[in-house]
């Protein structure tokens, strides 16, 4: 009888201390209390709570969480309706805050998260919603984080997830975004057309100065040219009037024939002559011919001559001395 009250003895208080026995897992916090007050934290590991004198509150998680803000409506400033929701990043940083400054700590995220969402996408117009998601996105932690500091909670990030305005706005911002693409690439054509057309414009520019200085040099060494075959024909009527004044009468029929001849040429160089018709006779064109004839002998006469009549000169008399 003894031994079966010492064993009944023993195994209650084998059940009594293992009731007291609380394995705290990695990631969490227990809260301790004392007949319903907090009095301490519970650490991750092995922990010893006397039975019936004190139990666990709250299990706290103290990992990092993510709680889904959920879908809602929101008017923007210029009186758009967008559809929008998104996430919040959190981590309980005191346990006891965490159980006991607030009563559902998800449901209170989540109401915090979703007034200030409306709060602030409710002051900017559609346009700057869809483009500057950054800015709502960190003016939303600091609210909420600021907000939930005092239950032992540090808000990490806060994400908006999805913007989704009306489908008339946004075949009206495709038609925009059509209409603007087009417009840059029209600008982009134009600046295109316009920049060939300098370009051409330049070229065409310096082609004519080219021209011209190629026209400026033509035309100096034509009338250097004219100038050389002015002075020789001054050159040559000096030598026939030099001729004539010497009293011959060749020179006069040499220039005659030039001239004639040149006149001829001109003739039947001429496109639009297919027979020359001109009252001569022959025989004046070869008594011209015949004078040129002349003329060249008699030129080629006086320069034979010309070193005769120095030999012929007579040496002058030197007198003798004495005399």
């Excluded at 940083?93 to 209170?108: H, Q, R």
């Excluded at 100096?220 to 000096?238: G, H, P």
């Amino acid at each position: 009888m003894l031994t079966t009250f010492m064993a009944a003895v023993a195994v209650l208080v084998l059940l009594y201390v293992m009731m007291g026995v609380k394995i705290v897992r990695q990631g969490y916090r227990y809260t301790i209390e004392h007949f319903g007050r907090f009095v301490r934290v519970a650490e991750p590991g092995f922990n010893y709570v006397t039975p019936f004198f004190y139990r666990v509150g709250r299990r706290i998680n103290m990992m990092e969480q993510v709680l889904e803000i959920p879908g809602q409506e929101i008017i923007t400033k210029d009186n758009a309706m967008v559809a929008v929701d998104g996430v919040v990043f959190f981590q309980v940083l005191d346990p006891a805050k965490a159980a006991y400054e607030v009563a559902d700590l998800y449901t209170a995220i989540t109401a915090l998260s979703t007034t200030n969402l409306r709060t602030v996408m409710g002051s900017l117009d559609l346009d700057e919603t869809l483009s500057r998601r950054d800015e709502i996105n960190t003016k939303l932690l600091a609210v909420v984080d600021q907000a939930t500091e005092s239950w032992g909670v540090k808000i990490t990030r806060v994400e908006l997830r999805d913007i989704r305005p009306p489908q008339d706005i946004v075949n009206a911002m495709t038609r925009q975004m059509k209409a603007e693409r087009e417009k840059r690439a029209v600008i982009l054509e134009a600046e295109g057309l316009r920049q060939s057309a300098i370009l051409k414009a330049e070229g065409e520019k310096q082609s004519a100065i080219l021209s011209a200085e190629g026209s400026r040099e033509a035309a100096f060494r034509e009338a250097e040219a004219r100038e050389r075959a002015a002075q020789a024909e001054a050159t040559a009527t000096k030598a026939v009037s030099d001729a004539i004044e010497q009293g011959s009468a060749q020179a006069i029929n040499y220039f005659v024939a030039q001239k004639y001849v040149e006149a001829i040429a001109e003739f039947a160089r001429s496109p639009n002559a297919k027979t020359i018709l001109f009252p001569v006779e022959a025989t004046q064109l070869i008594g011209t011919l015949g004078g040129i004839g002349e003329l060249a002998k008699e030129a080629v006469g006086r320069v034979a001559a010309a070193p005769q009549v120095i030999k012929a000169k007579p040496m002058p008399n030197v007198p003798k001395a004495g005399q």
